[in-house]
Structure formats: C-alpha cells, structure tokens
C-alpha cells in the first residue's frame, strides 16, 4: 500500500490542469491476462462507439496484445465498425475453438476436471512433451482475422508488442514494422503450456512477464500525454490460496503485475524528473510534466475475479466479462471514476467493499 501511494504521489505531482472529458486523443495500454482479455474487449467495444475518443498508440501483452492488433486491424479494414466487428468474431471464434481443445476450457469460478488435469500434469510435463507438434488454434485464428503485411504498412494505430526473452528474462518490444504473427504469438505463449517461440535465432515466453502492458515506452511513443490503462489481473486476493491450483493461479496473478508496478514505477521517476527545469524547455519534457495515466480495473468491477480461471472460455463467461468491460468504459466515458477530474493515481489499493458493477 505504501508503494502505491508513493507512486500516486510522484504522479500527482507531475500532472498538469486537466482539459476536455473524455480526453480527445487517447494510447492504450492493455494488460494481459488470459481469457480476462475478454473484459479488455468489453472497453473496447464501448469506447470504439464514443466519436470523440480517437487511438494514438497501443501497447499489450498477451492477451492485451491480441486485443490490441485485432483493434488496430480492425481500424485499417472498417474504420470503427470494422473494429467492433472483428474483435466480437474474434473472441467469438477463440471460444468455439476452445471447445474441441483438451483442457481448454475450466468453468466459472469452481475449477473443472480437465482444468484440475491440466494443472497436475504441467508440474511434470512440458508442453514439449505433450504437445510435440506445437499445435496452437491462436496462430490460425490470428492468421485469418489478421493480413500482417497491411498492417505494418498501413499504421492505422501506434502498435507496442511485448515479449520476455527467456535467456535474460528482459522485455523486448515490438514496434509497428515488426508486428508479425510470431511476434504476437510469443507475447501470449505461458512457459508450462506453450512453445517458447524463436524470432531472430532468440526464444521467447509471454510479455506479461516482463512488461504487462508496456508504459514507458507507450509513453514515449504516443503524442498524446493521456494514457487509459486497462487492468485486467487481479491484483488483491482475500482469502489465502491453500489448493495447489489456487497458489499457482495466485503465483502468476503476482507476477504479471509485478511487471506493471515496474513500469509504474518508471513513469513516476521520469514524471519526477520533468519537474526540473528541462520539463519546461523541451517538447518531451512538457508531456512527461502534462502525463496523465488513468485506469479501468477490471477487478474493481466484478466480483472474486481473483478466483476465477483465466483459461475459461466458455462463452457465457466470455460474454460476462465483455459486459462488464462495456459498462466500466461507459462508466468512465461519463467521467464519474474518480480520475476523471482528479490528479492521477494509477495504483490505488481498492478494499473489498468498493464499488462492483453489475452487467
């Protein structure tokens, strides 16, 4: 909690007055987190309908870096419309999919038999066993819904791609001209469930390791200083994790958001910095003092999240969290979240009785 408030204060301090509401120009910074990205979808969906918000730049991990290339393509296909379209069909076809994949699915909040098998069998098995062939459903779907080729060229959007090299455990991150299905594909590979996948003769795991989503380089990247973080990741959790399904959920809770308090962390020192006399002299040093960081959590929004599988993806449950995505955007568009008209704190602590909203 310290931390937090130590990071809010850095920020606070950095912010300038605020302008227009919603902001005009919004980059995206989109977390990952298994089937929970369908929430991310939700916001999406809702500020996609707002004509007044247009996307400068969009970073992602994992799932938030899915969501943010079926966005970006969408855009350069169908404008908004075509964006809307093409991530509903995409989220739509990834559960269908899911459904003729072993251990695909786990069922709401009470774990499944073929999930409960799944967790016993990567403690002793890798997906190099039992998956020689690196069969991935992603790789097709990404293929179809998504002409990597017009997408580097055209740039509809800034696009921000992580992944963590599993030789040094650091970030790299993917620019526009780089974007490829590989790249893409190895931001959302989980060690103990998929292929490490090799770009460059260099192997690499999922990017919610390392940078979940990328900040500062979103930071650097966009023209607008308005970021929307959507937080996908339950950060809190109640109750104590006694089964060896629950610790190891609540393991990689931990360390995706480990990586996003990192990043945090380096927006709130380069925010500290731009408060010197260089913050008014040049173009950077006035956007990092103008950053506003404001932010949709998703856990704030729907209850025992944290104990909720991020391999679900039963529709229903899909369906769920898209609604909840939809209503917490809407609930911010209104500007009735408290960082609609206040100075920024990214990493507010949320206590257990705050505000849940019903879809």
Do not use: C
């Not at 990952?32 to 990205?37: I, K, P």
């Not at 950053?291 to 909720?308: D, G, M, P």
């Amino acid at each position: 909690m310290a931390m937090f408030e130590q990071i809010g204060r850095h920020l606070d301090s950095a912010i300038g007055p605020r302008g227009a509401w919603p902001p005009r120009s919004l980059s995206l910074g989109l977390q990952g987190g298994g089937s929970f990205g369908a929430f991310t979808w939700g916001v999406l969906d809702r500020l996609l309908e707002d004509e007044r918000v247009r996307f400068d730049t969009l970073s992602g991990a994992s799932a938030g870096a899915i969501n943010a290339v079926l966005l970006a393509m969408g855009l350069a296909e169908g404008g908004r419309e075509g964006a809307r379209e093409k991530l509903a069909r995409f989220w739509k076809r990834l559960s269908q999919a899911a459904a003729f994949v072993p251990f695909a699915n786990n069922a709401g909040l009470t774990p499944s038999a073929a999930s409960r098998t799944l967790s016993f069998w990567t403690r002793f098995v890798s997906p190099y066993q039992y998956n020689p062939f690196d069969l991935n459903p992603l790789r097709i779907l990404l293929n179809e819904e998504v002409d990597f080729e017009r997408l580097r060229k055209e740039r509809s959007v800034g696009l921000l791609v992580a992944a963590t090299r599993v030789a040094d455990g650091r970030a790299r991150i993917f620019g526009n001209d780089e974007i490829t299905v590989d790249s893409v594909i190895a931001s959302a590979s989980l060690p103990l469930l998929h292929h490490a996948v090799t770009i460059e003769d260099e192997a690499y795991w999922d990017g919610g390791y390392s940078a979940n989503p990328p900040l500062y380089e979103l930071a650097v990247a966009s023209k607008t200083p308005e970021l929307l973080i959507v937080q996908i990741t339950p950060m809190q959790r109640a109750a104590i994790p006694t089964t060896s399904q629950e610790i190891m959920r609540r393991l990689d809770q931990i360390a995706f958001n480990s990586s996003l308090l990192m990043e945090t962390e380096r927006l709130a020192h380069q925010s500290e910095l731009a408060r010197g006399l260089s913050g008014f002299l040049t173009p950077d040093g006035r956007k990092w003092r103008r950053l506003a960081l404001h932010r949709i959590v998703a856990e704030e929004e729907i209850e025992r999240l944290s104990e909720a599988s991020a391999s679900n993806l039963d529709w229903n449950f899909l369906s769920d969290l898209k609604a909840h995505g939809r209503a917490a955007a809407e609930y911010w568009l209104a500007g009735k979240t408290a960082d609609s008209g206040a100075p920024i704190k990214p990493l507010r602590a949320q206590s257990s009785d705050e505000r849940l909203l019903t879809a």
